[in-house]
């Protein structure tokens, strides 16, 4: 089974968040960046199908030089090589300039049998990127991948939804997007951290996958952020006394907040 896994590197959401003046993009240099857990937890997946049945572990990232961090933490887990579009025109790209991008990425993997994805990052957290990407790809998507397992040609998945749960087959190659529920990732050990300073990263830019520049990044882009303000400071709370009327006053602030 050759798994390609789709990774990215996000700010840490301990740490303060927000976007540049000068475009409104993310500030990525105001926070420290990490591979996003969703993204630990499709490999962890992809890792476990890989012991199982043998194969490959192809992590693919787009983003700029420093996430190579992100993708060295993955090769560390245990994947196997990765693929890394780092170039500075994607600047600003949104998401359907980035399912574009990415859907290139995964065509420089050969012989693939199913990209596993998070079902959305925490940074920009369309949620939209695995769908395009299958799309982009004709590929069957499963979302919401809360367990998945194999019968020979078929992937099957249990779905988790606000409805309830629900199991989905499809055939490979698949596009599956997991869940924080599908595992709980390992650490990478000290051989695995000095084995992934070894295994293969191939960093490439959207030349190299036949994009012209001028289709991706700020410029480009189909969505735009017109403008943007800090969050509040947080205000006091307010002070119920209990004289006897404590209940009521709680209900009528509930109300009013319009929480009940």
């Known amino acids: 089974m050759n798994i390609v896994v789709l990774v990215k590197q996000v700010p840490d959401t301990w740490s303060e968040r927000k976007l540049t003046d ?11 960046a990490v591979l996003d857990e969703i993204n630990e937890r499709a490999v962890e ?9 043998g194969g490959e572990v192809t992590v693919v990232s787009m983003g700029p030089d420093r996430a190579t961090d992100a993708i060295r933490k993955a090769l560390s887990m245990g994947a196997d090589k990765a693929v890394h579009v780092s ?11 980035t399912a574009r991008v990415l859907a290139k990425a995964i ?23 695995p769908a395009m990407i ?17 019968d020979g040609s078929t992937v099957t998945v ?29 650490y ?5 951290i000095m084995a992934a300073k070894k295994k293969p990263v191939n960093t490439v830019t959207v030349a190299d996958l036949g994009i012209d520049a001028g289709e991706v990044g ?34 009528e602030y509930l109300v009013g907040q319009k929480l009940i």
């Open 134 to 150: 299958a799309e982009l790809l004709g590929l069957p998507q499963l979302t919401q991948a809360r367990k998945v397992s194999f």
């Open 87 to 97: 170039d500075e025109a994607l600047h600003g790209s949104d998401a359907v300039q």
């Open 22 to 32: 000068a475009d409104h993009t993310l500030d990525r240099e105001a926070a420290d």
């Open 107 to 129: 065509g420089t993997v050969e012989g693939y049998d199913l990209i596993l994805a998070g079902n959305e990052a925490t940074d920009g957290r369309a949620g939209a990127v």
């Open 158 to 186: 249990e779905r988790e939804t606000e409805e309830g749960l629900t199991t989905v087959q499809a055939s490979l190659p698949a596009v599956v997007s997991v869940t924080e529920k599908i595992n709980e990732p390992r």
């Open 218 to 251: 700020l410029a480009g882009a189909l969505t735009t952020v017109l403008e943007a303000a800090p969050k509040p400071p947080r205000t006091a709370g307010e002070r119920v006394e209990d004289d006897g009327t404590g209940g009521t006053k709680i209900a």
């Open 45 to 53: 997946e992809a890792l476990r199908i890989k012991e199982a049945q």
């Open 188 to 192: 990478p050990s000290f051989k695995g």
